[in-house]
């Protein structure tokens, strides 16, 4: 046997033993770190304008942090492991529910060991989504939700660019340049790229006797308010383009007075007494629709995926005097001032319903987020004490919404201060004693409010149901300009159809219901004085001498009446003041209203005798 020659053969079989177990040990070192690169990363980059909540999905990996809402404008990052689930790799979907929306957006990946990961995404109309990045080991994924127009109003920056032809949704003809389109000048209505824009169609019923077309100034004073707005979100600007075709006449620039022209499909509609009916407090809109999908209608303009819809009629269903309806939110509106002055409302009545019902649309309820009605430090026309014009010192009648989020406790009133979100708006609470009952208007001047209508400005927190329902609890605000939508109900569908929008509660502000908010009020009341004999009496029986106090007040009511004998404290009147003793006395009495407003103090001279 050659000793040698089989030490040599040993040492190269475990020389390649050794070699072979490096190479295993290699391969598994690499299967482990593959395995390890199985850990997808999920950045969800929310830009658009609604929040989105889980609605399902799938997937094999382990998911870590996996968020319950994305907010609107916020990123959203969890990861997913496969340590939980088979070694071949991520695979999997997740779909999140878009706010106000019936459709979904949908996300998958699938990430495997070996290769390439894959990804899909969907949107739902009105809004786009992409990915980038996601491969090598421990991959991250971006998904980015946007809307599908620079400003999330809608409508594609292509059709504000451009204009649309659009095939109607009832199938309406159109010779050119193809049957069935209506071209949208979008342009020309002037639509910008760089700023929302919101477009109505306002028809009008009229008769012989008068026309429920929205006056100019009613209109224009709506088109301002957007304008004027702080509304900034997806926009390098502040405010929103609002574009009202009330007719060919109307006006569609106030800055040029420009009218529409041949731009207008609005039209004239004839006079009826009620539109539609209402069942269990619920408006039906059938016959809001059969108008709509008329031939040659709304509907057949084409402007479904584009325009609101909103009719000026005379009242809603039989019986009803509420000022106007609109779904919240949607694209179809009502007002109906035909209960109101010379039955077709005031501009002030016209203007703040027009904005007040479009703020429906807009996804706004009474009380901003919810419909808790008449709080006081809540500024808008969304608000039955503000809906027919907020006021600034002499100036009434102005519109606009909310633009802060302040609360109001009503178990701990500070009297001593304003409302903070008032800015210079005057506030309206609710007085019991003020006429049988009524919002009173305090002007933001005082810079104080007597809550409990005591006549008092008290030093200690109060406890009061400013808005008169039945509770005491905290008021809460809201910024309606931060949280309006603007791509509602078939606006920014191109799939738009003539739907009948869903019955929706006719809980709108009624002519009763207004004439509760007082006007501003800024006369003090007057107070009399009226002295004569306790009782009946003569010689040395006569009687003491007894002064009655009457005091007025022509708006907002009398508070308190107060009053003060010769050096004494000033006293609460409740019932004729007696004066005793010989000689003169000196009686000083003052009156105040429910609307702070104090009368200058006045007096009367008493003698201790009979006069």
């Not at 009173?440 to 009061?464: R, Y």
Request: negative net charge.
């Amino acid at each position: 046997m050659n000793t040698q020659r089989y030490q040599g053969r040993t040492a190269l079989g475990m020389l390649a033993l050794a070699v072979t177990l490096l190479m295993l040990a290699a391969a598994g070192a690499s299967a482990a770190a593959q395995r390890a690169g199985t850990m997808l990363t999920v950045r969800f980059i929310n830009n658009s304008d609604r929040d989105l909540t889980p609605g399902g999905g799938n997937y094999n990996g382990c998911p870590a942090n996996l968020p319950q809402r994305i907010a609107a404008g916020t990123t959203a990052t969890w990861t997913l492991s496969t340590l939980c689930g088979p070694t071949d790799g991520n695979v999997g979907n997740l779909r999140y529910n878009v706010y106000r929306e019936s459709a979904q957006v949908q996300i998958g990946w699938d990430a495997p060991i070996v290769g390439d990961a894959t990804y899909t995404q969907s949107a739902p109309s009105g809004y786009v989504i992409s990915h980038s990045g996601g491969q090598g080991i421990n991959p991250t994924v971006d998904f980015t939700f946007d809307c599908n127009s620079t400003t999330c109003d809608g409508i594609p920056d292509n059709w504000k660019r451009n204009g649309i032809y659009i095939n109607p949704a009832d199938g309406s003809a159109h010779t050119a340049p193809a049957p069935g389109l209506k071209f949208i000048d979008l342009p020309g209505m002037g639509a910008t790229v760089d700023k929302p824009d919101i477009f109505v169609q306002l028809d009008w019923m009229a008769n012989d006797n008068h026309s429920h077309a929205l006056a100019p100034a009613a209109i224009k004073q709506v088109v301002d308010a957007f304008a004027n707005s702080p509304y900034s979100r997806h926009s390098p600007t502040t405010g929103i383009n609002l574009h009202v075709d009330a007719g060919p006449d109307s006006i569609m620039n106030f800055a040029t007075n420009a009218t529409w022209g041949t731009l207008s499909t609005a039209r004239q509609l004839p006079e009826q007494t009620n539109l539609g009916t209402s069942v269990g407090g619920m408006y039906q809109w059938n016959a809001f629709n059969t108008i709509k999908n008329q031939t040659g209608g709304f509907t057949s303009t084409g402007r479904a995926p584009i325009f609101h819809y909103a009719i000026s009629a005379h009242n809603l269903e039989s019986g009803s005097s509420s000022s106007g309806i609109a779904p919240t939110p949607g694209s179809d509106l009502i007002v109906s001032l035909g209960s109101f002055a010379g039955q077709v409302g005031t501009v002030a009545e016209q203007a703040g319903t027009f904005l007040h019902e479009l703020g429906h649309n807009l996804n706004l309820e009474h009380g901003g987020d919810q419909n808790v009605n008449n709080k006081p430090q809540y500024f808008s026309s969304m608000n039955y004490l503000y809906q027919f014009g907020l006021t600034s010192g002499t100036t009434s009648g102005l519109t606009d919404l909310s633009r802060r989020n302040t609360s109001l406790d009503e178990n701990s009133l500070d009297e001593r201060s304003y409302p903070a979100s008032s800015g210079t708006y005057d506030v309206r609470h609710w007085c019991p004693g003020s006429n049988g009952g009524s919002f009173v208007l305090v002007p933001a001047a005082d810079g104080q409010v007597d809550w409990n209508c005591n006549g008092v400005i008290d030093t200690a927190p109060v406890s009061f149901d400013v808005n008169n329902d039945g509770q005491r609890t905290t008021l809460t605000g809201f910024d309606d300009w931060s949280n309006v939508l603007l791509r509602v109900g078939a606006v920014g569908r191109t799939e738009a159809t003539g739907d009948v929008p869903p019955p929706t509660r006719e809980d709108e502000l009624t002519p009763s219901e207004a004439e509760l908010n007082l006007p501003l009020d800024t006369e003090p009341p007057v107070t009399r004085a009226r002295v004569a004999p306790c009782s009946a009496g003569y010689g040395a029986n006569r009687p003491d001498v007894c002064v009655t106090l009457t005091a007025k007040d022509r708006i907002s009511g009398v508070a308190r009446t107060e009053y003060r004998l010769d050096g004494g404290k000033w006293k609460t009147y409740t019932s004729p003041v007696t004066v005793h003793g010989k000689g003169k006395h000196v009686l000083r009495f003052r009156s105040v209203d429910y609307a702070q407003n104090l009368e200058k103090t006045k007096s009367v001279t008493v003698s201790g005798k009979r006069p």
